[in-house]
């Protein structure tokens, strides 16, 4: 493709309910990355991809949020029962690999909990 | 902890003139470097980077400089248009690592005409 995709572009929920959100990496990017961004601040990392190796899960900030990535392309991050403070703009990106730090970020998905 | 820091949450410059937006590091294990700029409703898109075995780099109007003694980085635009109003935002990374970026808080210039 000829960029990052994410969907839905905008999502708005009730607190508690899960929602789960969509990213198409650039075709051939094996490295994928979710951060998000929340009013104000600066992005935070939250999940990494690489082929077939272990995701890097650190920057998750509760157990809430869980992410998959099937078939080594689309990526699919969830957050389960949501909370107010979970209303951010959730950014992913795609990179060639991890050596390669240009990473190229789709347009995010801003969700807002109510 | 915030490791990579920008102070200034908004710069104005003229038309025509330098803009500079600098970028503060605490963690000495970071070796790469990347600005990226952000448009309203938009991804962020990579501008510059440097490597920490370089001091500058430079690509048509943007430089960037990396002073590692100091912990410190700047993105000079030179000649400022008012296209380059967005928000920057800094970020860092280990080699080696994941390749996860460490962003700062960004900031807003407004280049006015």
């Known amino acids: 493709g000829a960029g990052v995709s994410q969907s839905p572009s905008n999502k708005v929920t009730e607190k508690g309910k899960d929602v789960e959100l969509r990213c198409d990496p650039i075709?051939?990017?094996?490295?994928l990355y979710w951060y998000r961004q929340s009013l104000g601040q600066g992005l935070e990392f939250l999940i990494y991809f690489q082929g077939n190796s272990a995701p890097d899960k650190s920057g998750l900030p509760s157990d809430r949020f869980s992410a998959e990535r099937t078939g080594g392309s689309v990526s699919t991050l969830t957050i389960q029962r949501t909370q107010q403070e979970d209303s951010a703009v959730y950014l992913c990106a795609s990179s060639l690999d991890r050596v390669m730090n240009e990473q190229f970020f789709g347009p995010g998905t801003r969700l807002t909990v109510l | 902890d915030q490791q990579v820091k920008q102070n200034s949450p908004s710069l104005s410059v003229q038309e025509g003139r330098i803009s500079i937006l600098n970028c503060d590091y605490t963690?000495?294990?970071?070796?790469?470097f990347l600005w990226y700029k952000k448009y309203p409703a938009e991804g962020p898109t990579f501008l510059i980077s440097?490597?920490?075995?370089?001091d500058k780099n430079e690509d048509g109007r943007f430089t960037v400089f990396l002073n590692k003694s100091a912990k410190h980085l700047s993105l000079h635009i030179v000649p400022s248009q008012p296209g380059d109003s967005a928000v920057y935002f800094c970020a860092a990374s280990v080699s080696g690592n994941t390749g996860k970026l460490i962003f700062g808080q960004g900031t807003t210039l407004q280049v006015k005409p």
């Open positions: 075709s051939g990017h094996t490295a």
């Open positions: 440097i490597s920490s075995i370089k």
């Open positions: 963690n000495s294990m970071f070796d790469y």
